[in-house]
């Protein structure tokens, strides 16, 4: 995953904020607004590909607090899109280079979409790539019954199971059963079975219930000054976030962009992404084509 990474070089940095220490990455010095490339709970070197496709452009990425290197002290036991919203602004305050155009996919879009409301100031474009909400949804009380099966087994089995239920959420097509079904085999998925007993992953404990039950100002969305583009993925029809993108997209009554590919096809193609295409597209969106 570092490959691209490393070939634009780029500089690390700490961030001391209200209960965690955040670390992001500064690549480039380019002409005309920086780039922010966000993701929740993917961290920065999953946007190592995609970032390297603008070397034209300052590029920020970070990972978000309680991911990987940004390590997190806050006693609560989630997190919430309007802090990591708050974390956003702090890291675009630090590199100096606001306002920016921003990237944002899945979590990361709804996270965008709490620090668009909060300083909007703080951005020219913001472009939410699918983000997954499920209050915007009409089957709403089937996608959070849903998000609470993950939680229940999570704290009562652990990892695997939980995360099967996530996969198959995510990847199911179309409304959702009013109720969820059984939990699919972890061991279709490559996952583990046992409980390790650690409670601490980042998706299923601190982000999943905040982030997916987030409900968005929609009247402060709409009176922000900046571009507010909301993305949604031609291989991802039907799918919970795709759903959601254009859920909100209707709300706010503007038209979604379709982007190539499915909800990460921004990672290396080796991950059965193509960075290619969703770089040219993004382009085309903050160029204004």
Known sequence: MQTDDEATAATSHTLDVEGAVLHYDVRGA???PALFI???PMDAQWFGPLASRFSDRTVITYDPRGAARSTRSDPAPESTPEQHGEDLHL???????GPVDLFASSGGAVNALALLTAHPEDVVTVVAHEPPLTGVLPDRQAARAAVDAIRSS?????????MARFIALTAWEGELPDEPGPAPDPQAF??????DGHREDVLLSQNLVTCTSYEPDLDALRAAPAQLVIGVGAGSEGQLAHRAGRAIA???GVEPVVFPGGHAAFLDASMEGDPDA??????AVL???
């Open 38 to 40: 966000i993701g929740s």
């Open 30 to 32: 380019g002409a005309g």
């Open 250 to 252: 209707a709300l706010l």
């Open 154 to 162: 999570y704290a009562a089995e652990g990892f695997g199971p939980a």
């Open 190 to 195: 490559g996952l583990p079975v046992e409980d």
């Open 91 to 97: 890291v675009i305050e630090a590199v100096g280079a």
């Open 278 to 283: 969703f770089a040219t597209a993004l382009r």
């Open 287 to 289: 160029s204004g084509s």
